[in-house]
C-alpha cells in the first residue's frame, strides 16, 4: 500500500491483592543495566517507587465535582495519539490526564546538567530510566492528592515490564487502552507534527491517505485530514527536536522492544483493551467511546 501525505469481553477491575514491593524492587534492581544512564545520584529505583507507593495511598473519595474513581492506563507507539484520546477522556469522565512525557518536558526546559543529560536521552529516541520517570511521576501524584484528585488517566507510563511491575505493587489499575495505527501512517503522522512556540498548542501538518487493497482481507482505506493551526499559529510553528524520520524510526524500534512485553503483561491480568485506530478523530472517537461503553454517557456532548 501507498502513502501520501503532504505537509501543509472488555475489562473487569481486578481486586486481587497487591504485590509486595520488596520483591518487586529487587528485581528491578537487578535487572537494571549497569551500563544504563545515571542521570541523578540522588535518585534511584528504591527512593522513588518509595515516593510512588506513598503517593498513590490514602487518596480521598472521589466526589461529583471532582471526577469518578478511574485508574486507567493508555499504551501505543510515539506519536499514535495517546495525548489527544486521553486527554478527551480526562475532560469526559472528569480525572487528570497525566502525561509522563510532558513531566519529562517540563523537567527538560529547566537549566542544568540533568536536562543536559535528559535531552541527548530524547533526542536520540532513548527512554528515561525507570526511577527518574517513577519520581516525576510521584511527585505529580502526591501534588493531584493535595488537590482532592480520586482517579487518572496515565498516559506514557508503564513502558516497561519492570514499572508496570512497579504501578501493580502500589495501586490496582482497572483498564489498559492499547492503541495501535498502522506504522506508515504513524510514520508520516510524527514528521507532521508542530507545536506553537507560543501557545503551546499542538498541531499536524499532514494530510495521509493510504489507500484500500482489493483483496476481502485487505485492510480499508485510511484518511486522516492535517489538523492545521489558526492564522494567528501559522507564523510561529515549530517542529520537535526528535521529530526526524531517523529519530522516530529509532522511537518506534525501542518502544516495540521494551513496551510490547507491557501488552502481555496486561494481557495476562485480564486488563487490556487494544484498539485499532480507524481513521482520524471524527471516525475513531465515537467508535472508542463505545468500545468504553460510553457512547451514552451525558457528557459525550464534548465529543
Known sequence: MAVSHRLFKLFSPLTAQKNTLSSLLIRS?????????????????????????????????????????????????????????????????????????????????????????????????????????????????????????????????????????????????????????????????CLGRRICSECGANYNVACIDIKGGDDEDASPRMYMPPLLPPPNCESKLITRADDTEEVVKERLRVYHKMTQPVEEFYRKRGKLLEFEL???????WPKLLRALHLEDDKQSAIA
Open 278 to 284: 480507524p481513521g482520524g478523530i471524527p471516525q475513531s
Open 29 to 189: 534492581l537487578s535487572s537494571s543495566s549497569p551500563h544504563g544512564p545515571s542521570l541523578d545520584p540522588e535518585i534511584d529505583l528504591k527512593e522513588a517507587a518509595a515516593e510512588l507507593e506513598k503517593s498513590t495511598s490514602l487518596s480521598p473519595s472521589p466526589s461529583p465535582s471532582k471526577g469518578r474513581n478511574f485508574h486507567w492506563v493508555f499504551l501505543g507507539c510515539p506519536g499514535v495519539g495517546k495525548g489527544t484520546y486521553a486527554s478527551r477522556l480526562s475532560t469526559l469522565l472528569g480525572v487528570p490526564h497525566i502525561a509522563t512525557g510532558d513531566l519529562v518536558r517540563e523537567e527538560l526546559s529547566s537549566s542544568g546538567l540533568l536536562a543536559s543529560q535528559l535531552k541527548e536521552l530524547v533526542n536520540h529516541g532513548k527512554l528515561v530510566p525507570d526511577e527518574f520517570i517513577i519520581s516525576l511521576l510521584s511527585k505529580r501524584l502526591e501534588a493531584g492528592k493535595e488537590k482532592g484528585e480520586s482517579g487518572y488517566i496515565l498516559d506514557g507510563f508503564p513502558r516497561t515490564v519492570t514499572q508496570a511491575e512497579i504501578l501493580e505493587g502500589v495501586t490496582n489499575i482497572d483498564l489498559v487502552i492499547n492503541l495501535k495505527l498502522r506504522e506508515e501512517a504513524l510514520l508520516a503522522k
